[in-house]
């Protein structure tokens, strides 16, 4: 079972990135996938989840209207799209397969597998 993240860089504030998460077939047949963050000095915090149909989401407050979450089946690939970005958004971000497969459960706990996080950086 592997998670590939990938499409982090750095950008300017209100610019846009895509990050990409790659994943087994395994996991993309029964489970929901999420995206985590972790500022410097921070804990790691929930960003977004898709349930593994792909017809439900959800958003922390701080991202939600700027960050779409998005799956491709036939890709095994979920996206995670960051429009309008923050100095705050400043993270490493990682892609993590849920246990569960859909959106009503998105702490850390309930996610079982988890890719080797990618790095953003927003400058001001």
């Known amino acids: 079972v592997q998670l590939q993240a990938s499409g982090g860089g750095l950008v300017q504030a209100g610019g846009s990135l895509r990050l990409s998460c790659a994943h087994s077939?395994?996991?993309?047949?029964?489970?929901?996938v999420g995206w985590f963050r972790r500022a410097p000095g921070k804990e790691r915090e929930f960003v977004a989840v898709?349930?593994?149909?792909?017809?439900?989401?959800k958003y922390s407050d701080s991202v939600k209207g700027r960050f779409t979450i998005s799956r491709d089946n036939a890709k095994s690939m979920t996206e995670l799209q960051m429009d309008s970005l923050k100095p705050e958004d400043t993270a490493t971000y990682y892609c993590?397969?849920?246990?569960?497969?859909?959106?009503?459960?998105?702490?850390?706990?309930?996610?079982?597998?988890w890719g080797q996080g990618t790095e953003v950086t927003v400058s001001s």
């Open positions: 898709i349930a593994w149909r792909g017809g439900s989401t």
């Open positions: 077939d395994r996991i993309f047949s029964n489970n929901a």
């Open positions: 993590a397969a849920s246990r569960y497969s859909d959106t009503r459960y998105y702490r850390e706990r309930d996610f079982t597998y």
